[in-house]
């Protein structure tokens, strides 16, 4: 189903109020004791782990095995006070496109500190809203040594000892390791329910780089049809492509889990050949009013902030109006909200 799109739309279109206490800022003991809405012919609250009990035994479920690093360097000028450098990208062993906060950005070479050593870095390009900066050191290296988790924004709070491991998927590869945010939709499943899903039902995995796009406010000008995102890298194998055309060809639904890997699907649809394209890609596209949809039928996903560009690539996918209702219902209910809260499955 196509949901026609407005000349133009609006960020403000997409608003809700959501209680702060909905907000969930931390997650729970146990990841699959999330709930899970399911956006049928009614709205029906679920335990995350009856989530293969929704879905058909023809489905093909895609996985992002992405791995998110640790991402926000806090360093220290040579006067004292605190600069951070957020990786959101990185270009080769020493350079990557960051986001600062503290820094002098017309002083292109400057030495900063972490707790235990120096760092030299050379800023030498401006981008958008970001800057490309080369670093005397292998970044992998620096961000796995001194980085913290780059926890949400929104959370307001610091990086604490359980976000280590649970704002991380646990199928996460160490070979994908490129992400500065989580894909949120997969930190519901835990080993037990991950297994059971790859023995019971068809699954394949993708990877795209999560940047912090994500958590980006959109413009308060209008969105048209012209309007792009933030890049984001992925790939899919030849073997993937293969399952995912075949399933395609026989017309059986393919679930994406989590908007990442919807995104990933979509953007490697060749409208010519009529199939995925495998290999290493990129994408800015936009997903929201008007955007046909080729590859995914099916889309498990969290509960997404207000007036966001994930709140319209849901509601483009199962209609805005349905979008909003479950919201409401959702709020209702007191289900838990954005990345460490409660999911939601949706159709097309």
Known sequence: MIHPMQKDIYKSDYDYEI???????????????SKLLSCNKSFNIHDFSSLPSL????????????????????LHKESGSTAEIFVNKIISKYEAECLTKGLNLKKKVQILKTSTF?????????????????????????CENVGKVPIPPYLNREEEEIDKTRYQTVFAKESKNASAAAPTASLHFDDNLYEKIKSDLNTCVIDLSVGLGTFKPLPDEPINNSSKLHEENFYISK????????????????????????????????????????????????IKEGFKFNVVSALVT???????????????????????????????????????????????
């Not at 879905?55 to 806090?74: G, S």
């Not at 030498?124 to 670093?135: A, E, G, T």
């Not at 979509?266 to 936009?286: H, K, V, Y």
């Not at 479950?326 to 209702?332: C, P």
């Open 19 to 33: 209680p702060d206490e909905l907000i969930a800022r931390y997650p729970l003991k146990n990841r699959i004791d």
């Open 55 to 74: 879905l058909k035994k023809d489905d093909l479920v895609v996985f992002n095995e992405t791995k998110v690093f640790k991402a926000r360097l806090i």
């Open 118 to 142: 120096p760092i030299k870095i050379n800023i030498y390009d401006k981008r958008n809203n970001s800057v490309l900066i080369k670093f005397n050191q292998e970044i992998k290296n620096l």
């Open 239 to 286: 073997n993937t492509a293969e399952i995912i055309n075949n399933h395609i060809k026989n017309k059986k639904r393919v679930v994406a889990i989590g908007t990442t890997t919807l995104r990933a699907l979509e953007s490697a649809w060749d409208s010519d050949s009529q199939i995925i394209l495998p290999g290493n890609q990129s994408t800015d596209i936009f």
């Open 302 to 348: 969290n509960f997404h902030l207000p007036q966001s560009s994930l709140l319209m690539l849901v509601s483009a996918f199962a209609g805005k109006e349905l979008i909003f209702s479950a919201y409401k219902y959702a709020i209702e209910k007191k289900l838990r909200f954005f990345s460490y809260g409660d999911a939601m499955i949706i159709e097309r």
